[in-house]
């Protein structure tokens, strides 16, 4: 069980208050967490300490390789990757789906197909339509209106043309969690390569490459606790049979070879940071079974807040909720709903005065959401649970919306 109290005392946004009293509340948490005093403190101190460009001979750059090589290190604990040298780092998950997408396309082939779906958010949409470019065929999984895949429709649609598999893990939008597993037993069957978005995923749940067997997997630390840092596995040998955009200066070899340009040193200390704060909650003798055991405790804390939420919005005559029910643990602490008289904007500018923190609009999955015929009314109001949020968040909000 989760010391929520102690937990929201290293957070020190939570604190502020507004021009009325009102203690902000973030369920914001889709759009990116919070940050914990440990990663502040990380990124101010490289600046103070560290201040440095990497591979000098001097001690502050020494020290520099190691706060990177560390990060890496970390990072692949936290995937449960085999180790470092499968981590590329970026400015984000997007600029990283790009590079990767124009390396694949020196890969693939003029009449080869790629699989998207129509459920995800547009960076792992977009990246993969520029391949249109070279004559690769884009296929779409069709979304459901219960804000699921049609996964028959996936059964028909792969075929030995299939050379990429590109799914999110979650639904940044509807907090749906993707059957990823069945896709990788089946597109293995066609030797298909399989790229995971986990951006919205990763903050709630732990993630272990090796047993998914996907290829790639892309993910952003802002949305568990940290900077605004991006990364990428690889399977252990595939990037160096990549022809990715390079100077001919940098290093030619994975897992840099993809990483163009110098890296942010002081966010990726944070990033560091943030994923020690998540191990932190946990317990174990490794530092992996630390990260999977505080996983368990934030998703079982957060899946109580989220399925409350759920609940109480669903009682209200007015609200209609987009998506899965609670009745599945399988799935985010992310609440969507639309209100029959008041628009997503309107609802998140009347939480906005009692100081609480949602989102309005498509968020970047704009596909689903002209799916689900949501556009022409400007989209969901989204709220996101984190493990900083409690019970008195969660009944306060629901309180100002049905007053509406």
């Not at 069957?189 to 790229?195: E, G």
Request: aromatic share 8%.
């Amino acid at each position: 069980m989760i010391n929520i109290e102690k937990v929201r005392s290293t957070f020190p946004s939570l604190s502020l208050k507004d021009k009325n009293g009102n203690q902000v509340i973030y369920l914001d948490g889709p759009g990116g967490t919070q940050v914990p005093s440990n990663v502040i403190d990380a990124i101010s101190n490289y600046y103070k300490k560290y201040n440095s460009n990497t591979h000098g001979e001097f001690k502050s750059s020494k020290e520099t390789d190691e706060i990177m090589n560390s990060m890496r290190e970390k990072i692949s604990q936290f995937l449960g990757a085999k180790n470092k040298g499968c981590i590329s780092i970026g400015q984000n998950m997007t600029t990283l789906s790009f590079s990767l997408a124009r390396a694949l396309s020196n890969k693939f082939q003029k009449g080869d197909e790629v699989i998207i779906t129509e459920l995800d958010h547009e960076a792992n949409r977009g990246p993969w339509e520029t391949l249109k470019n070279y004559g690769i065929k884009l296929v779409e999984v069709a979304l459901m209106n219960d804000g699921t895949l049609d996964y028959d429709d996936f059964r028909k649609k792969i075929n030995k043309k299939t050379v990429l598999v590109a799914m999110g893990m979650s639904s940044n939008a509807l907090g749906t969690v993707n059957d990823f597993n069945m896709i990788r037993k089946i597109s293995s069957k066609y030797n298909s390569l399989l790229l995971l978005d986990a951006v919205h995923y990763a903050p709630h749940f732990s993630i272990d490459v090796k047993s998914i067997d996907c290829d790639f997997l892309l993910c952003s630390a802002y949305k568990f606790y940290g900077p605004h840092v991006g990364f990428l596995y690889c399977k252990p040998n595939l990037m160096n049979t990549l022809d990715t955009e390079r100077l001919l200066v940098q290093d030619q070899l994975a897992p840099y070879k993809i990483e163009t340009g110098t890296l942010n040193h002081a966010a990726c200390n944070g990033v560091s940071a943030a994923i020690d704060f998540i191990s932190l909650i946990g317990s174990g003798s490794s530092y992996r079974e630390k990260l999977v055991s505080a996983y368990k405790k934030i998703s079982n804390h957060e899946y109580k807040l989220a399925s409350n939420l759920y609940s109480q919005l669903k009682s209200l005559n007015d609200i209609k909720v987009i998506g899965q029910d609670f009745s599945d643990k399988n799935r985010t602490p992310t609440v969507s709903f639309i209100h029959k008289r008041y628009s997503a904007n309107e609802i998140c500018k009347k939480l906005a005065e009692s100081n609480i923190c949602g989102w309005d609009g498509h968020f970047y999955a704009l596909k689903a959401i002209q799916k689900l015929n949501l556009e022409k009314i400007g989209g969901v109001t989204r709220l996101g649970v984190s493990i900083y949020n409690n019970i008195e968040e969660i009944n306060r909000t629901v309180k100002v919306i049905s007053k509406m």
